[in-house]
């Protein structure tokens, strides 16, 4: 049975679209420690595409556990931050909350591919403001949580594009609305069965959607807040006036990192990231690319140490089951940020590209190109599986992905040489 509220249900003050594992185990986990501290801060989230989630947790009166799952053992504690889930594909809830005017936060994560052109984001962000402007609400902040370098700026321009056509709409969104660019970070895996079954020994509760998580966790803010905000920072969340030199700490380390891991570990038979690191060769790749990556981050090396030493024992935690495979979708839309952008500083500072940076391209062309026709989980990716696995050389296959993913990088042919070399010696081994 669900267990009662410790507290009264908040009042619904935050929206939140994409009622995924990681909203629950980090905007509602610092909401619910603003609430711990006083705060009175109810979440409305919203299912971006399947309505399982909101089915799932409307049946357990939206609470759930979350479960911090360390090296050495589990610490759960049951979320209440959540007041009302919804089924998204129903509009008039989703439009009644942006507009009222009590609701003054509306967070995000609806995954990379979510902000792609044509995908539905962009698109029902604008229907709620358009529901607020209508209703004369006033500002409200609309927060992107989602691994994009400069996501408030991304989800802002995709925004004032679709409202183009309705210049008072368009005129109240650019003056009223604030967009906030986010970095955030906490290594949470999609639940399992096996997981729902260790939080019922827990906690004698039967919970169907409980989320693990691990301890770690940092959240960094740029943006301002027209109807207030959570007291997020008493879980330690902070407000700077520049995000990018945290979005690419985060972007060209660990989650560069674990795009390796997922390519690479993928071909070599790994599962999960704790597997791929415990193995030498990944290993040693890994290390290599953190070299290469590390050149154009703004931060000495005292602070890049510390942010690789607290990697390599986050990646090491076997107890986190993070499948590489569900990193490893949607690379069309991951590598960008997490690979030619760091290969773009190296450029930049007339550097060659590294090795290990090729070779998650070279990795992802062989996971696409070798991955079931019909299994690969990349909506971006187009026709480019077909035509990596028609392609009949490593060299056509590296230029296939460097003009895919970077079409400014094509004229680089030492770019390109590097990803062959790089293929070739990947089918070599896996043959
Ligand atoms: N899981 C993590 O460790 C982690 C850490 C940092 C950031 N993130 C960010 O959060 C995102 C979601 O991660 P998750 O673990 O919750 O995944 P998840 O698979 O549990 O949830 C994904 C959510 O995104 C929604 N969604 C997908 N496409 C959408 C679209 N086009 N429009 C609207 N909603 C859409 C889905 O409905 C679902 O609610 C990631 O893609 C990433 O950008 C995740
Ligand atoms: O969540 P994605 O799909 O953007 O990427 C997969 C992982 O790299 C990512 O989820 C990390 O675990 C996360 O970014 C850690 O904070």
């Given at each position: 049975m669900t267990p009662p509220r410790r507290s009264a249900r908040h009042p619904v003050r935050v929206a939140h679209l994409g009622l995924g594992a990681f909203h629950r185990a980090h905007q509602a986990w610092y909401t619910q420690l603003a609430n711990d501290a006083g705060g009175d801060w109810g979440i409305a989230a919203f299912t971006g595409r399947s309505p399982e989630a909101a089915r799932v947790l409307s049946a357990q009166d939206a609470l759930y556990t979350l479960v911090e799952r360390s090296a050495d053992g589990d610490a759960p504690r049951t979320i209440e931050a959540l007041s009302r889930v919804h089924d998204?594909?129903?509009r008039a809830a989703w439009r009644a909350t942006i507009a009222d005017?009590?609701?003054?936060v509306l967070t995000l994560t609806v995954t990379e591919a979510g902000y792609r052109p044509g995908a539905s984001a962009a698109a029902r962000v604008l229907d709620g403001l358009a529901a607020r402007h209508a209703a004369g609400a006033g500002g409200i902040a609309v927060v992107s949580c989602d691994n994009l370098p400069r996501n408030g700026d991304v989800i802002r321009d995709a925004v004032l594009a679709l409202a183009a056509p309705d210049a008072a709409l368009a005129t109240w969104i650019r003056t009223e609305v604030a967009f906030v660019s986010t970095m955030v970070d906490r290594i949470t895996p999609a639940t399992t069965d096996v997981d729902r079954a260790e939080v019922r020994r827990l906690t004698g509760w039967d919970d169907a959607a409980p989320v693990i998580t691990e301890p770690f966790t940092e959240w960094v803010l740029a943006g301002t807040f027209p109807a207030g905000r959570p007291d997020w920072e008493a879980g330690g969340a902070r407000f700077v006036a520049d995000i990018e030199p945290f979005e690419r700490r985060k972007l060209w380390l660990l989650n560069a990192g674990h795009s390796l891991l997922a390519y690479h570990g993928l071909l070599r038979g790994r599962t999960t990231v704790a597997e791929a690191v415990a193995d030498p060769a990944l290993r040693d790749e890994l290390e290599r690319l953190w070299a290469e990556q590390r050149v154009g981050l703004p931060f000495d090396d005292a602070a890049v140490e510390e942010a690789l030493a607290a990697l390599r024992d986050r990646f090491a935690?076997?107890?986190?089951?993070?499948r590489l495979a569900q990193i490893a979708t949607d690379g069309s839309q991951k590598l960008g940020p997490r690979i030619l952008d760091p290969l773009r500083a190296r450029f930049a500072e007339g550097r060659p590209p590294g090795s290990a940076q090729a070779g998650v391209l070279g990795a992802w062309a062989l996971h696409l190109a070798t991955t079931?026709?019909?299994?690969?989980?990349?909506?971006?990716?187009?026709?480019l599986p077909a035509r990596l696995r028609d392609a009949r050389t490593p060299s056509d296959r590296a230029a296939l992905v460097v003009a895919a993913l970077a079409p400014d990088l094509t004229e680089r042919t030492d770019l390109v040489a590097l990803i062959a070399d790089r293929i070739a010696s990947l089918q070599g081994a896996h043959a």
């Open positions: 998204g594909a129903g005017p009590q609701v003054g935690n076997a107890r986190i089951e993070h079931e026709p019909g299994s690969v989980r990349d909506a971006g990716a187009g026709d």
